[in-house]
């Protein structure tokens, strides 16, 4: 059945037999609907760098990941050390995988040290992320007023840090979310 797929992938995409023989290997465990599915093609295109519209793609991936994380961390039965350094590690190797061929290119210190500080960040954060998660006291609605809040401060740090433009409808946007957590909170 693989080898069906991998012909679908060839002729849906350009790729060198070599390339699909590799996807084979990689995919044997998959399920078969995975397989099949529009999804499969899409992280598939994506690894190689082709053009597509990935922008839907890429929220699925990350609402997935973000979001199913912890769904399978907490009953594995690992102490919060092993679920926040083991989950950290691998998911280390995975941009470093992905991004292999630009290591050369190494940032100055100023940009070692923002680096530094992002990434304590993130650690910090995710303590308090697997706490939140652990604790039946708090439960999942709590998780949702971060997000929510991480929403507001990426759309107005953009703005204050990154120049993006702040128009109005994105502060409508966070007040509506804002509600809606209200609402949660109930």
Not at 99 to 119: I, S
Not at 155 to 175: C, D, S, Y
Request: charged share 10%; hydrophobic share 50%.
């Amino acid at each position: 059945m693989i080898g069906d797929n991998a012909s679908i992938f060839a002729s849906l995409c350009p790729l060198h037999r070599s390339d699909v023989g590799v996807f084979e290997m990689q995919c044997n465990g998959l399920t078969k609907s995975l397989l099949q599915g529009n999804l499969a093609l899409s992280c598939w295109k994506l690894y190689r760098g082709e053009s597509m519209n990935t922008g839907l793609l890429l929220v699925f991936l990350i609402i997935v990941g973000f979001g199913g994380w912890p769904l399978l961390a907490a009953p594995s039965g690992a102490n919060q050390f092993w679920k926040g350094f083991y989950v950290m590690f691998v998911t280390g190797l995975v941009p470093a995988v992905y991004y292999h061929r630009t290591a050369v290119e190494l940032p100055n210190l100023k940009g070692f040290g923002l680096l530094t500080l992002g990434a304590l960040l993130n650690g910090v954060a995710i303590i308090a992320y697997n706490k939140i998660f652990a604790d039946p006291q708090y439960g999942t609605k709590y998780i949702a007023v971060a997000m929510v809040g991480m929403l507001a401060l990426l759309t107005i740090g953009g703005g204050l840090v990154l120049n993006e433009p702040l128009p109005w409808t994105k502060f409508v946007g966070l007040a509506l979310a804002c509600t809606g957590i209200w609402f949660m909170m109930k």
